[in-house]
């Protein structure tokens, strides 16, 4: 059973460069998350996908950032400009949405450091 | 809108001692509750859900939650802690009762120590 990966794990970038991550779900999960998590709080969502339709963004995404899930399988999250701000903990989370209660699986997350 | 806090934002307790977390939440649609559990750099795991079925939830490692809609809270227990418990641990709420933001909401985490 293969869970939720993230690629890279760790990347490091100095200010203005842009970033893109990758998530790869859990297998026929029609729900992809993410979310970001600063040193010390909580996650916060930023946006999701049901299959390749993004159904929500939260505030917190600004015009600087951009996700896309094309095929509906993986999904890419690309931070342009980035500031020191920027630096967190990027989580991604996978479900079965089938109509109410489904339950989120975490990736490992990529830790973007903004130099 | 929804929100969680959990009280104290560093639980220590000795090995074999009782475990308990707290979480309350509020929510303006019949909540779905979870407690996750992360690990030095690591994602979240599932410890426990609530989905309106049964009020006391079983979880994975001898965890276990109860939902109090009169107290609107849904602590985290364990009657005999482990090492292996030291972790942060995450409450979170959705309201995904079929529309509205399916995005979950997290408290701020608490930081579980156990004390040799």
């Not at chain 2, 929100?3 to 779905?32: I, K």
Request: glycine residues 10%.
């Amino acid at each position: 059973d293969t869970g939720v990966s993230q690629n890279p794990r760790h990347k490091i970038t100095k200010r203005g460069q842009n970033v893109t991550f990758r998530c790869d779900p859990i297998s026929e999960h029609n729900r992809l998350y993410w979310y970001r998590q600063t040193l010390g709080q909580g996650p916060e969502f930023l946006t999701y996908f049901q299959n390749e339709a993004q159904l929500e963004k939260s505030r917190l995404l600004s015009d600087r950032f951009s996700a896309e899930r094309p095929k509906g399988s993986f999904s890419t999250l690309e931070i342009q400009r980035t500031e020191q701000g920027d630096s967190a903990m990027y989580l991604c989370a996978s479900s079965l949405w089938t109509g109410k209660g489904d339950t989120q699986y975490f990736g490992p997350g990529t830790r973007l450091t903004v130099l | 809108a929804q929100s969680v806090t959990q009280l104290g934002s560093h639980v220590s307790v000795s090995e074999g001692a009782l475990v308990l977390l707290r979480c309350n939440y509020s929510s303006s649609v019949p909540p779905y509750l979870f407690w996750y559990v992360q690990y030095p750099n690591q994602g979240l795991q599932l410890l426990l859900k609530y989905t309106s079925a049964a009020t006391l939830v079983k979880g994975i490692n001898g965890f276990e939650a109860e939902f109090k809609k009169s107290e609107t809270s849904f602590h985290l227990t364990k009657p005999s802690a482990h090492m292996s418990d030291a972790a942060e641990y995450f409450c979170a709420v959705s309201g995904n009762s079929g529309g509205g933001a399916d995005g979950l909401t997290f408290g701020k985490g608490t930081h579980l120590i156990i004390q040799p």
